[in-house]
T-cell receptor, first 113, second 114 residues
Framework: DVKVTQSSRYLVKRTGEKVFLECVQD?????MFWYRQDPGLGLRLIYF???????EKGDIPEGYSVSREKKERFSLILESASTNQTSMYLC????????????FGNGTRLTVT | GQQLNQSPQSMFIQEGEDVSMNCTSS?????WLWYKQDPGEGPVLLIA?????ELTSNGRLTAQFGITRKDSFLNISASIPSDVGIYFC??????????????FGQGTILTVHP
């Protein structure tokens, strides 16, 4: 069974801190994604990676960066956390083929105070 | 970018009732996906639709790909308490060739009273 693991379920950080959200998948998937989930807005794509060291901006990349040094690991970085980045963050992965479904982690709920 | 409008935003129903929700888009989609998110977990794929007019079932769930390719519907029959959660429609971003880059609807929050 595919497993996408996010390192933290809950995080509380202060404004201005640098924040790292980590995600690991165990199925050798090519693609990895970071989504942000907010009530009434659904899931919005922040960044996407289709290969090691490759990344592509999603719909809301401002204030975020990503790192993919190994195929199984995809990190989301908040260079200087702000209160409007308080949200649920979901990592997902899939194979590169057309019919490959997205597999999600259980999310990290980040609060920036 | 593309937008998906999902309705209703929330539903409160009695156990045993049927549920209907829909998703509309301003642009054509070639694939429609329906996901469910249980409380405290990530979304899980329920049904995938590939052709206009397609009707697909998964147990008590039935989804349809609209003829215009700009809408999709999800029905749940005889609801049970474990149907509680958030239901999302989704479709591949314009120009996307994999499921990866998806646009999601705002979600429908379903509450089932025993």
């Amino acid at each position: 069974d595919v497993k996408v693991t996010q390192s933290s379920r809950y995080l509380v950080k202060r404004t201005g801190e640098k924040v790292f959200l980590e995600c690991v998948q165990d199925m050798d998937h090519e693609n990895m994604f970071w989504y942000r989930q907010d009530p009434g807005l659904g899931l919005r794509l922040i960044y996407f990676s289709y290969d090691v060291k490759m990344k592509e901006k999603g719909d809301i990349p401002e204030g975020y960066s990503v790192s993919r040094e190994k195929k199984e690991r995809f990190s989301l970085i908040l260079e200087s956390a702000s209160t409007n980045q308080t949200s649920m963050y979901l990592c997902a992965s899939n194979r590169g083929s057309y019919n490959s479904p997205l597999h999600f982690g259980n999310g990290t709920r980040l609060t920036v105070t | 970018g593309q937008q998906l409008n999902q309705s209703p935003q929330s539903m409160f129903i009695q156990e045993g009732e049927d549920v209907s929700m829909n998703c509309t888009s301003s642009s054509i989609f070639n694939t429609w996906l329906w996901y469910k998110q249980d409380p405290g977990e990530g979304p899980v794929l329920l049904i995938a639709l590939y052709k206009a007019g397609e009707l697909t079932s998964n147990g008590r769930l039935t989804a349809q790909f609209g003829i215009t390719r700009k809408d999709s519907f999800l029905n749940i029959s005889a609801s049970i308490p474990s149907d509680v959660g958030i239901y999302f429609c989704a479709g591949p971003n314009a120009g996307g060739t994999s499921y990866g880059k998806l646009t999601f609807g705002q979600g429908t929050i379903l509450t089932v009273h025993p």
